[in-house]
């Protein structure tokens, strides 16, 4: 399970001393914390594995648009820690798909659902994120979608 592997991750980093790496985990372990606080009053015990991944795609996310604030302003220190940063927590992640394999999976599930139109997207966009949570940016598939579909 993704929690034990983030856990182990943890404590070897804690051991061997690498701050800046146990300072990511913490912030991951905290991140899926609150997600199981928020989850309990909704009668849910903890996070799933699938929860876990929208939890690290959506730090990547901000880590991502906060390094190029960051290097917009001049900031490369903080960019780079940022950049650190996105790579530690992308050790969880899946594999993403590259541009070809996004193009190969869009024009399957465009067959397998006979969209047509950009109302269809919808549905698209729904079986991306169920078959390959955490495999595919859902920005960068939309657009791919919108051009496909438009």
Partial sequence: MLREQIADSMKAAQKGQDRKRTSTLRLIHAAIVDRDIALRGKGKDRADDEEVLDILAKMVKQREESSTLYTKGGRQDLAEQELTEIGIIKEFMPEQ???AE????????????????????????????????????????GAKLKEKLG
């Fill in 97 to 99: 798909l590259d541009d």
């Fill in 102 to 141: 996004l193009d190969g999976v869009i024009a399957e599930l465009v067959e397998e659902t006979g969209a047509q139109s950009l109302r269809d997207m919808g549905k698209i966009m729904g079986l991306l994120k169920e078959r390959y949570r955490g495999q595919v940016d859902m920005g960068r598939a």
